[in-house]
């Protein structure tokens, strides 16, 4: 791409509307302009990022065997009386009417329509599992949009919905999608934390938030230090292994026989789910040296009270398989874990198989964390308060389980493997596009402008001449460059405005290019030119022969 064939659209002034600065730099570095409140034209640089963000979600979702669809933006207000959740949401949802007076709204979510697809497309349980994923335009009729595209009234989304015959089946894309969510995230430069989440007017049993720490932002949460985080809980140094064991009952046989430490052993105890949960029962697991706490236990919302434990048959009932195998991948039941529990690495536990365990299991890599909280007599402190801290963050991507809850009441079945029909359970998954290119501009810049990872970035190289129009050996050795840089397909632009160093080189900073090669008569009099990296000021002289082959290796590594 050639400037001047390129709607640029830099200004230099802080505009004074914009509150945080990735508002301030969004529309400085021409990426963004106001419409109308909390609505944004994307112009050509803030497309290309967007598009590449956009780019790493796909690759991600197909490579766990996701399937793209698109479905309308306009949604048919049956659909959401049919689900009950038209008379829950108030004025943030856009509704009208069409000429023949039938009632639509502006869909903020799609969780109505993909299960009416999949109700009329789906019709036997060997159809399923299936995931089904869109990017989509939304939009949700914020009361008072704020900070730019962070909290805006139409965004783009990636969401996801999946259909299963089970819990179980559930559980585990559950899990994958949670490790799939933090590869995106890394893949792109985002600090996220992960933490359990009220499921709200999407609904379901369970759900998680994926949280993007920023620097200035209404929302804050209460957070331990990384350093402190890094003292409690190791990195995983095992591989998972599933392990035979038969004729085993007890930890303290699992422990004779593998010779293992019993505080690396976690133990699940099943006991009664309160009346009229969306389960009969509830798992809690502790340390294996640790026993639970029947008044903390008594206290959580999830329990019956008085505490009762689930005997042998109606664990096997619930689950298929013995009290001594129980385990917390693939549990079919909610699963409360101790303060204790969670910071342990590389533990062992039952694999929900008779006589089989699973060893080297891990947090965030092996599964997802479950609600965390204080179950037995360890007195659970925090030794050293300066370690807490608040922090602003904005959220970027919730899963939830969903569960039945729009399978059931919009009749969602498909015949199960006995002949009966069965209603399907039900994930969702979401992740806010536009959300995440705001966390990234507010993670990476400096002075000059945008500092983004090349992951990113709207282009990977730029050419800046110095006296292009003036020096016919300038303007031909960018040519050359240019040209082959495209040929070796990277996204190169090319800086050929008759502007003054200063203006190309303000421009070229603030949108944020990381590699950027700067070609000037007296360089090219030793056939050298200079190269600058961008995110640390690095600058040197290169040889202008390799200067191709040089950053077309450092791109791919």
């Known amino acids: 791409m050639r400037t001047s064939q390129y709607l640029l659209s830099t200004i230099k002034e802080i505009p004074l509307d914009a509150e945080v600065i990735s508002h301030q730099l969004m529309l400085r570095a021409g990426i963004i302009r106001q419409l109308a409140s909390g609505l944004y034209t994307w112009l050509p640089t803030g497309l290309r990022i967007l598009r590449k963000v956009e780019n ?3 690759e991600e979702m197909n490579n766990i065997g996701a399937i793209e669809v698109s479905m309308p933006i306009v949604q048919p207000a049956n659909l959401w009386l049919e689900s009950g959740r038209w008379g829950q949401y108030g004025p943030e949802l856009l509704r009208f009417t069409d000429r023949s007076t039938r009632q639509f709204l502006l869909g903020p979510t799609h969780e109505e329509v993909i299960t009416d697809l999949i109700r009329n497309e789906v019709k036997s349980y060997k159809q399923l599992p299936l995931n089904l994923f869109q990017i989509k335009t939304k939009f949700r009729d914020e009361v008072r949009p704020r900070y730019g595209v962070m909290r805006s009234r139409e965004f783009i989304m990636k969401d996801a919905y999946s259909f299963h015959t089970s819990q179980q089946s559930l559980q585990a894309t559950y899990d994958l999608m949670y490790y799939t969510y933090n590869t995106i995230f890394n893949r792109i430069g985002l600090d996220v934390r992960t933490v359990q989440a009220d499921p709200g007017s999407i609904g379901g049993h369970l759900s998680h938030e994926f949280l993007a720490l920023v620097s200035n932002y209404e929302d804050q949460m209460l957070l331990i230090d990384a350093s402190h985080k890094a003292t409690e809980r190791n990195l995983p140094s095992e591989n998972l292994q599933l392990v035979d064991a038969p004729g085993i009952y007890t930890l303290t046989e699992l422990v004779k026989l593998f010779n293992l430490p019993i505080e690396k052993i976690a133990q699940i105890i099943i006991v009664h789910a309160q009346q009229n949960a969306l389960y009969p029962l509830v798992a809690l697991m502790v340390r294996g040296d640790h026993s639970i706490n029947y008044a903390q236990v008594e206290k959580l919302p ?141 993670k990476y810049n400096d002075k000059q402008g945008l500092l983004l990872p090349v992951s990113i970035a709207p282009f990977q190289v730029a050419i800046i001449p110095i006296n292009l129009h003036k020096s016919l050996l300038v303007q031909t050795v960018a040519e050359q460059l240019y040209n082959q840089l495209s040929i070796r397909k990277i996204d190169v632009l090319l800086d050929d405005r008759k502007e003054r160093p200063g203006v190309m080189f303000a421009d070229i900073e603030l949108i944020g290019i990381p590699h950027i090669i700067i070609i000037g008569d007296r360089n090219l009099a030793v056939q050298k030119i200079e190269y600058k990296n961008r995110s640390n000021g690095e600058k040197k002289l290169m040889n202008l022969s390799i200067i191709v082959d040089w950053i077309v290796a450092k791109l791919n590594s």
């Open 56 to 58: 790493i979600v796909r």
């Open 302 to 442: 999830q329990v019956a009270s008085p505490l009762v434990f689930a005997t042998e048959d109606e664990i096997r009932l619930a689950i298929g398989v013995g009290s001594s195998s129980l385990g917390p991948i693939n549990l079919p039941l909610p699963l409360i874990i101790d303060h204790s529990v969670a910071v342990m690495s590389d533990f062992v536990a039952g694999a929900n198989i008779d006589g089989k365990y699973f060893f080297g299991i891990n947090w965030e890599r092996d599964l997802s964390l479950p609600e965390v909280a204080n179950l037995t007599n360890q007195n659970i402190s925090v030794s050293q308060p300066q370690r807490l801290h608040r922090t602003n963050w904005i959220e970027v991507g919730h899963i939830f389980q969903l569960g039945s809850k729009y399978s059931k009441v919009m009749k969602a079945t498909v015949q199960g493997e006995d002949g009966n029909n069965m209603i399907m359970t039900m994930g969702c998954y979401g992740i806010g596009i536009t959300r995440v290119v705001a966390a990234a501009i507010d």
